[in-house]
T-cell receptor, first 113, second 114 residues
Framework: KQEVTQIPAALSVPEGENLVLNCSFTDSAIYNLQWFRQDPGKGLTSLLL?????REQTSGRLNASLDKSSGRSTLYIAASQPGDSATYLCAVRKGGGADGLTFGKGTHLIIQP | GAVVSQHPSRVICKSGTSVKIECRSLDFQATTMFWYRQFPKQSLMLMAT?????????EQGVEKDKFLINHASLTLSTLTVTSAHPEDSSFYICSASNRAAEAFFGQGTRLTVV
């Protein structure tokens, strides 16, 4: 059974810092990996999708990497801003679009102004 | 990105009643949608896979008679919580994927059973 772990569980940093969120998964046979952002009481916003054949994806200040063989992914946030404060979730999909996602418990991020 | 709309965002119901939650993919067709449940400060747990035109597939431990799923069209899936009890109170959220298997989520529904 796939298990996804995210470290750290919580993180509080001053504005402007670069930071790294970690995600690990136990079964390397994945189809893709996706990073999401969740604001309190809200749904999930897709940040980055990495297919199993890819090593990294970038969107603005966000960069996600994937090392499938070692079961790891990192989300790099550059020049953090207070608006980045949220819970960041990592999820993996085993098969194609017909399979659901397995989520980690998330990293609760607070960016101090 | 694609848009998935979920309604209602909040619902309070009396114990023993049923509640229906709708999930729509607004700008793409989804043969498969997914329903998740999230407890406070916990991650999302997949409840069931909703398949257009056929029966839903439920995860182990999820009661199919309590959580009825209907996927009548390529853009609409519904989750009905039947005979709701306080322990069913939770955050329910749906998802649909595009052709690249990128998942998009609805806004979620906060269900409170009193």
């Amino acid at each position: 059974k796939q298990e996804v772990t995210q470290i750290p569980a919580a993180l509080s940093v001053p504005e402007g810092e670069n930071l790294v969120l970690n995600c690990s998964f136990t079964d390397s046979a994945i189809y893709n990996l996706q990073w999401f952002r969740q604001d309190p009481g809200k749904g999930l916003t897709s940040l980055l999708l990495i297919q199993s054949s890819q090593r990294e994806q970038t969107s603005g200040r966000l960069n996600a990497s994937l090392d499938k063989s070692s079961g790891r992914s990192t989300l790099y946030i550059a020049a953090s801003q207070p608006g980045d404060s949220a819970t960041y979730l990592c999820a993996v999909r085993k098969g194609g679009g017909a399979d659901g996602l397995t989520f980690g418990k998330g990293t609760h991020l607070i960016i101090q102004p | 990105g694609a848009v998935v709309s979920q309604h209602p965002s909040r619902v309070i119901c009396k114990s023993g009643t049923s509640v229906k939650i709708e999930c729509r993919s607004l700008d793409f067709q989804a043969t498969t949608m997914f329903w998740y449940r999230q407890f406070p400060k916990q991650s999302l747990m997949l409840m069931a896979t909703s398949n257009e035109g056929s029966k839903a597939t439920y995860e182990q431990g999820v009661e199919k008679d309590k959580f009825l799923i209907n996927h009548a069209s390529l853009t609409l899936s519904t989750l009905t919580v039947t005979s709701a009890h306080p322990e069913d109170s939770s955050f329910y959220i749906c998802s649909a994927s595009n052709r690249a298997a990128e998942a998009f989520f609805g806004q979620g529904t906060r269900l409170t059973v009193v």
